[in-house]
């Protein structure tokens, strides 16, 4: 069911390293059911993330995308089968694969500079202060909250919340970043705004993301390739369909090309023959 | 604690009714209803004086008799004929002495219980025993242990203390987001930091929610206790005056006692704002 794999033009064939950077291989994650027996979320999947990739994971609700993030990122523990980030077993959460979380995960008692020095405190312990409050501010620039660094969380809108914890994610420079639908709860206008922001930072500053969302244009318009789910129980990845579309992207440009549609259009279809024989 | 008036209600209706920008509305509801409502009291409190005289003095026969009380709060005219501000600073600090001491065990107590399982199963039965017992209760083994009675009536207090900010330490903790919780993991924050630079300031709300109404309580306990023990406190004062028919001067002490519980709690609430750089939970 796998479409053919084009390569992004700056994936060098040489650094086989490079294209095995997280690599899923038969996982599986079950939980024990109340009559004894077990609830399997996710049944062997097998899946392998360049170091430069974006990667979508789209499912419906309930689906276990989220699980499979969170066993990446070392926040669960798979029942069986292995993760590996450049060849080292993940066991437990690390700061080389960085979470942006869906309810952004801000401390309400620390303001947005703060919430940002806090993980760099403890991500990048041995650097003299100046130069953790260098990157603070770098940071701080980058997603364009100077104005409101000393601001707390529930004095900032949603959207800008979101930039914090996106700020504070690429802050202490993981290898990989985890979105967990990182634009859930924005508004559409905000949400349009922030793909946009998100994709051009990660244009500039290439790395292994992988981010679970629900929104196909989403999925299309910011990754390289896109993971679909088949519904929970026992989801499986359906199918990996590549977008081709080269960096740095445009969304009216992209939204003006016939592929563009019939992505969408595929993706739609796939998660619709889901829904139907769920519900 | 609902008899109690919370001040910071008030000034937050205050300085709502100023964002309102309407200078009539904040006469009338930070002044003029407030004012109405002691009022009231005065009416009634004069009216039952007037119809049964022998009962009470009228409010102007009180304040005439409590007069040098009034203006000579720090008189010191020979062993235990003290003014009425010596009596209360002697009963302020058995309260804060005792309070504190219970805070410091209190605390800790909490976030063991609310960190680890086995710890509330262990605790949790005996504090549900201990709480409802009235804190006079530990009165006479109190004063077994230290036969004097300043140690005893702060002992009362400390156990007093130690209940509501224990529960509320320990809510607090447990219900700690795992958003939270989840941060300092990513960021492979060890167990001992986490409990300083996550757990703890999350959970200050709650501890401070814990603190206000032990305060509150052991400011009211106070006074019962001081009636027993005797010796200096505005408690003591209240039962001694009584003992001399002295009505007037139980209204004066009722007031103090009033004023300065609701000043307890507004400075306990500011020192949250101070600690916590967030508006407190209304405990009302």
Same mark, same amino acid.
């Given at each position: 069911?796998?479409?053919?794999?084009?390569?992004?033009?700056?994936?060098?064939?040489?650094?086989?390293?490079?294209a095995?950077?997280?690599? @899923?291989? *038969?996982?599986?994650? =079950?939980?024990?059911?109340?009559? $004894?027996?077990?609830?399997?979320?996710? +049944?062997? %999947?097998?899946?392998?993330?360049?170091?430069?990739?974006?990667?979508?994971?789209?499912?419906?609700?309930?689906?276990?995308?989220?699980?499979?993030?969170?066993?990446?990122?070392?926040?669960?523990?798979?029942?069986?089968?292995?993760?590996?980030?450049?060849?080292?077993?993940?066991?437990?959460?690390?700061?080389?694969?960085?979470?942006?979380f869906?309810?952004?995960?801000?401390?309400?008692?620390?303001?947005?500079?703060?919430?940002?020095?806090?993980?760099?405190?403890?991500?990048?312990?041995?650097?003299?202060?100046?130069?953790?409050?260098? @990157?603070? *501010?770098?940071?701080l =620039?980058?997603?364009?909250?100077? $104005?409101?660094?000393?601001?707390?969380? +529930?004095? %900032?809108?949603?959207?800008?919340?979101?930039r914090?914890?996106?700020?504070?994610?690429?802050?202490?420079?993981?290898?990989?970043l985890?979105?967990?639908?990182?634009?859930?709860?924005?508004?559409?206008?905000t949400?349009?705004?922030?793909?946009?922001?998100?994709?051009?930072?990660?244009?500039?500053?290439r790395?292994?993301?992988?981010?679970?969302?629900?929104?196909?244009d989403?999925?299309?318009?910011?990754?390289?390739?896109?993971?679909?789910?088949?519904?929970?129980?026992?989801?499986?990845?359906?199918?990996?369909?590549?977008?081709?579309?080269?960096?740095?992207?445009?969304?009216?440009?992209?939204?003006?090309?016939?592929?563009?549609?019939?992505?969408?259009?595929?993706?739609?279809?796939?998660?619709?023959?889901?829904?139907?024989?769920?519900? | 604690?609902?008899?109690?008036?919370?001040?910071?209600?008030?000034?937050?209706?205050?300085?709502?009714?100023?964002?309102k920008?309407?200078?009539?509305?904040?006469?009338k509801?930070?002044?003029?209803?407030?004012?109405?409502?002691?009022?009231?009291?005065?009416v009634?409190?004069?009216?039952?004086?007037?119809?049964?005289?022998d009962?009470?003095?009228?409010?102007?026969e009180?304040?005439?008799?409590?007069?040098?009380?009034?203006?000579?709060?720090?008189?010191?005219?020979?062993?235990?004929?003290?003014?009425?501000?010596?009596?209360?600073?002697?009963?302020?600090?058995?309260?804060?002495i005792?309070?504190?001491l219970?805070?410091?065990?209190?605390?800790?107590?909490?976030?063991l219980?609310?960190?680890?399982?086995?710890?509330?199963?262990?605790?949790?039965?005996?504090?549900?025993?201990?709480?409802?017992?009235?804190?006079?209760?530990?009165?006479?083994?109190?004063?077994?242990?230290?036969?004097?009675?300043?140690?005893?009536?702060?002992?009362?207090?400390?156990?007093?203390?130690?209940?509501?900010?224990?529960?509320?330490?320990?809510l607090?903790?447990?219900?700690?987001?795992?958003?939270?919780?989840?941060?300092?993991?990513?960021?492979?924050?060890?167990?001992?930091?986490?409990?300083?630079?996550?757990?703890l300031?999350?959970?200050?709300?709650?501890?401070?929610?814990?603190?206000?109404?032990?305060?509150?309580?052991?400011?009211?306990?106070?006074?019962?206790?001081?009636?027993?023990?005797?010796?200096?406190g505005?408690g003591?004062?209240?039962?001694?005056?009584?003992?001399?028919?002295?009505?007037?001067?139980?209204?004066?002490?009722?007031?103090?006692?009033?004023?300065?519980?609701?000043?307890?709690?507004?400075?306990?609430?500011?020192?949250?704002?101070?600690?916590t750089?967030?508006?407190?939970?209304?405990?009302?």
């Amino acid at each position: 069911m796998f479409k053919s794999t084009l390569q992004s033009p700056d994936n060098n064939p040489t650094q086989s390293s490079e294209a095995n950077f997280l690599v @899923i291989e *038969n996982l599986t994650k =079950a939980y024990p059911a109340s009559n $004894g027996g077990e609830f399997v979320v996710l +049944d062997n %999947i097998n899946l392998t993330i360049s170091a430069n990739e974006y990667v979508s994971l789209i499912g419906h609700s309930g689906c276990g995308k989220s699980t499979l993030l969170k066993i990446v990122a070392g926040l669960e523990r798979a029942t069986s089968g292995l993760v590996t980030l450049e060849g080292k077993e993940v066991r437990k959460p690390g700061c080389d694969r960085m979470m942006v979380f869906q309810h952004y995960s801000l401390l309400p008692w620390l303001t947005v500079r703060e919430n940002i020095r806090l993980a760099v405190d403890e991500v990048l312990e041995g650097l003299p202060n100046s130069e953790k409050a260098q @990157i603070v *501010n770098e940071h701080l =620039a980058m997603v364009n909250l100077m $104005g409101a660094a000393n601001k707390y969380p +529930d004095e %900032i809108s949603g959207g800008m919340k979101q930039r914090v914890g996106i700020a504070r994610a690429l802050a202490i420079r993981p290898k990989m970043l985890l979105m967990d639908e990182p634009f859930g709860a924005l508004d559409a206008l905000t949400r349009g705004k922030l793909q946009k922001q998100v994709l051009d930072i990660w244009e500039n500053h290439r790395q292994a993301v992988m981010m679970v969302t629900h929104d196909v244009d989403e999925a299309i318009y910011m990754s390289d390739r896109i993971v679909m789910l088949t519904n929970g129980p026992n989801a499986q990845i359906g199918e990996i369909l590549e977008v081709p579309f080269p960096h740095p992207r445009d969304r009216q440009q992209l939204r003006e090309s016939s592929l563009y549609f019939e992505l969408r259009n595929h993706a739609l279809n796939f998660l619709d023959r889901y829904f139907s024989s769920d519900d | 604690m609902s008899v109690q008036m919370n001040l910071a209600a008030v000034f937050a209706v205050a300085t709502q009714a100023t964002w309102k920008g309407s200078k009539a509305l904040l006469a009338k509801e930070s002044v003029f209803l407030p004012a109405l409502g002691f009022l009231g009291i005065i009416v009634l409190w004069w009216a039952i004086a007037l119809l049964r005289s022998d009962l009470m003095p009228t409010p102007p026969e009180a304040f005439v008799n409590n007069l040098d009380f009034i203006l000579n709060p720090f008189y010191q005219r020979g062993p235990g004929d003290l003014g009425i501000g010596w009596l209360l600073i002697a009963s302020l600090r058995r309260v804060l002495i005792g309070f504190v001491l219970g805070a410091l065990v209190a605390i800790p107590i909490g976030f063991l219980i609310g960190m680890s399982r086995p710890m509330m199963l262990a605790l949790n039965p005996v504090i549900q025993i201990f709480k409802p017992v009235s804190p006079l209760a530990w009165l006479p083994i109190a004063l077994a242990i230290f036969n004097l009675a300043d140690p005893s009536a702060i002992f009362v207090i400390f156990i007093t203390s130690l209940w509501p900010t224990i529960i509320n330490t320990a809510l607090g903790v447990s219900s700690v987001s795992q958003d939270f919780i989840d941060v300092a993991c990513v960021l492979e924050m060890p167990k001992w930091r986490q409990i300083y630079k996550i757990i703890l300031p999350a959970s200050l709300p709650y501890i401070f929610t814990g603190l206000r109404i032990s305060l509150g309580i052991a400011w009211l306990v106070i006074v019962a206790v001081e009636m027993l023990t005797g010796g200096i406190g505005i408690g003591f004062f209240v039962w001694d005056e009584w003992s001399r028919l002295n009505l007037s001067s139980v209204f004066l002490a009722v007031l103090v006692i009033g004023v300065t519980g609701l000043l307890l709690d507004f400075a306990l609430a500011r020192l949250q704002v101070l600690v916590t750089h967030r508006k407190p939970l209304t405990t009302n």
